[in-house]
T-cell receptor, first 114, second 114 residues
Framework: GESVGLHLPTLSVQEGDNSIINCAYS??????FIWYKQESGKGPQFIIDIRSNMDKRQGQRVTVLLNKTVKHLSLQIAATQPGDSAVYFC?????????????FGTGTRLKVLA | KAGVTQTPRYLIKTRGQQVTLSCSPISGHRSVSWYQQTPGQGLQFLFEYFSETQRNKGNFPGRFSGRQFSNSRSEMNVSTLELGDSALYLCASSLELAGVDEQFFGPGTRLTVL
């Protein structure tokens, strides 16, 4: 298959602290990126997106940063809450064979400590 | 607006059987993608349909097939089930899956092969 889902890194954060989740993407031609949150037993939930012509985008308590030079994305969650505990995936929308396809990162498990 | 729906939510089959999963995209969305998610391999792309045509296909054997209807609803079929097919099957929809199209996921169908 076309995925890099191997070991799942874990980030443990104290409740109230800020979290930073990182992701390296594969294709410099990718022009759109999404961060997803997946809770146990559920499908991935869209959190925030960013286009390649931007380097930062803010949402409610979340910020995505894009560094095209090193093909790196990060998701920052402010004032992390217990409900933020989940697996977070980045996805790049990459051109392929005349159309587009999403490629997903490995995923990072975020654990919020009370 | 209703989200992506998938039926059934859970399935238990035995080896050698075949299974059909269904996905209804968000109203107005014409692109439907299917993914297989397992703990060891992460999110793997199966195929994508747009306007009843398969536009893109991942690296899965021919036992995995799909189709899309004129109302954009999609089905995927797995024939001659193997134990390794046990996974969460996710469907995602977008308007056209062009360069900057958001992609939204359904809750998934959990398939267990005994």
């Amino acid at each position: 298959g076309e995925s890099v889902g191997l070991h799942l890194p874990t980030l443990s954060v104290q409740e109230g602290d800020n979290s930073i989740i990182n992701c390296a993407y594969s294709n410099s031609a990718s022009d759109y990126f999404i961060w997803y949150k997946q809770e146990s037993g559920k499908g991935p939930q869209f959190i925030i997106d960013i286009r390649s012509n931007m380097d930062k985008r803010q949402g409610q308590r979340v910020t995505v940063l894009l560094n095209k030079t090193v093909k790196h994305l990060s998701l920052q969650i402010a004032a992390t809450q217990p409900g933020d505990s989940a697996v977070y995936f980045c996805a790049e929308n990459t051109p392929t064979s005349g159309t587009y396809k999403y490629i997903f990162g490995t995923g990072t498990r975020l654990k919020v400590l009370a | 607006k209703a989200g992506v729906t998938q039926t059934p939510r859970y399935l238990i089959k035995t080896r050698g059987q075949q299974v059909t999963l269904s996905c209804s995209p968000i109203s107005g969305h014409r692109s439907v993608s299917w993914y297989q998610q397992t703990p060891g391999q992460g999110l793997q792309f199966l195929f994508e349909y747009f306007s009843e045509t398969q536009r893109n296909k991942g690296n899965f054997p021919g036992r995995f097939s799909g189709r899309q209807f004129s109302n954009s609803r999609s089905e995927m079929n797995v024939s001659t089930l193997e134990l390794g097919d046990s996974a969460l099957y996710l469907c995602a929809s977008s308007l056209e899956l062009a360069g900057v199209d958001e992609q939204f996921f359904g809750p998934g169908t959990r398939l267990t092969v005994l």
